[in-house]
């Protein structure tokens, strides 16, 4: 039987996510510990305690989340729980590239801290949006876009599931697509409460910042596989997901396309949250799925992964 273990992105953090597994692990409290040297302030701080606003912060956010998955990673890893392959949603790439080995803590989080920061520096507050639209018909998505535009940018940024669509672009453009969404047949449309457009062509100061730092990381050929978000297909050479990492930020993130290429038998989500578990069974009706961000999920993802356990 095949297993994936999948690492969620932004909008899954939460004050106190991480604390029961730095209680519980010594494995993961180690995590928290480097992460606090590498980025000189109390992250572990941050994720137990809060302040909600501050982990809301884009720079603060990426690298938490990061830790928190790295972490939980870890604790399944001493379990010996491993995955055939794995994957992440946009900032839960890298998660997934550290837990497969190409990349080590240490960069990993510097290189999320400034891609928070690029990202939120790319587009002045308030020109840009985001938006979700929940069970549009898949042939009215490019009609909408197209019709929204008007000299604007707005395109597709995250194609979550057959029911789930998020767009970005210029906040007037985007606002004329939920509109227009409405229009054709979407059941629910909703303005996301995020700082700025991401994963459309408005980031792409943010990637040529991030570039020369992407280069300079050094990224090593993968333990296992990764079905990256940019291309939605399988990479083991550490050049193809560094480039993953560049190409991601300006582009959609290709979810529903990079499960069904994983084809997995069973699913963990591992980090906070459990959004990526409902798109799974969206996407595949049935699929296996258990997640693992506390410590109290460890037993049931064990016996989940019974087959797998060393």
């Given at each position: 039987m095949k297993t994936v273990f999948v690492f969620p992105g932004?909008?899954?953090?939460?004050?106190?996510?991480g604390k029961s597994l730095a209680e519980?692990?010594?494995?993961?409290?180690?995590?928290?510990?480097?992460?606090?040297?590498?980025?000189?302030?109390?992250?572990?701080?941050?994720?137990?305690e809060g302040p909600e606003e501050q982990l809301k912060q884009t720079e603060y956010t990426q690298p938490a989340l990061v830790t928190v998955s790295v972490a939980a990673f870890e604790v399944l890893r001493q379990a010996g729980l491993k995955p055939d392959a794995v994957a992440g949603h946009s900032l839960g790439e890298y998660s997934a590239l550290v837990?497969?080995?190409?990349?080590?803590?240490?960069?990993?989080?510097?290189?999320?801290?400034?891609r928070g920061r690029f990202m939120q520096e790319a587009v002045p507050q308030g020109v840009g949006a985001m938006a979700a639209l929940l069970k549009l018909p898949e042939d009215a998505l490019a009609g909408v876009l197209e019709a929204a535009a008007q000299g604007e940018i707005v395109s597709a940024a995250?194609?979550?599931?057959?029911?789930?669509?998020?767009?970005?672009?210029?906040?007037?453009?985007?606002?004329?697509?939920m509109e227009l969404a409405k229009a054709a047949g979407a059941r629910r449309v909703v303005l996301l409460p995020v700082s700025a457009p991401f994963h459309c062509e408005l980031m792409?100061?943010?990637?040529?910042?991030?570039?020369?730092?992407?280069?300079?990381a050094e990224f090593q050929r993968l333990r296992f596989p990764l079905v990256n978000n940019w291309a939605a297909r399988r990479i083991t050479q550490g050049d193809d997901a560094r480039t993953g990492l560049l190409e991601q930020i300006p582009n959609?993130?290709?979810?529903?396309?990079?499960?069904?290429a994983l084809a997995a038998d069973r699913w963990v989500e591992v980090g906070p949250g459990?959004?990526?578990?409902?798109?799974?069974?969206?996407?595949?009706?049935?699929?296996?799925?258990?997640?693992?961000?506390?410590?109290?999920?460890?037993?049931?993802?064990?016996?989940?992964?019974?087959?797998?356990?060393i």
């Open positions: 932004q909008g899954s953090q939460f004050a106190g996510m519980a692990f010594p494995v993961a409290r180690q995590i928290f510990e480097r992460a606090d040297a590498a980025l000189g302030y109390s992250l572990s701080k941050l994720c137990f837990a497969a080995g190409s990349i080590d803590l240490e960069p990993a989080l510097r290189l999320v801290r400034h995250n194609l979550n599931s057959p029911e789930q669509v998020v767009i970005a672009g210029h906040a007037g453009a985007v606002e004329r697509a792409r100061p943010a990637q040529r910042q991030l570039e020369p730092k992407l280069r300079d959609p993130v290709r979810w529903t396309e990079s499960v069904r459990a959004v990526l578990g409902g798109l799974i069974k969206q996407i595949l009706p049935g699929a296996n799925v258990q997640k693992f961000g506390e410590a109290g999920d460890l037993q049931a993802v064990r016996e989940f992964l019974g087959a797998r356990a």
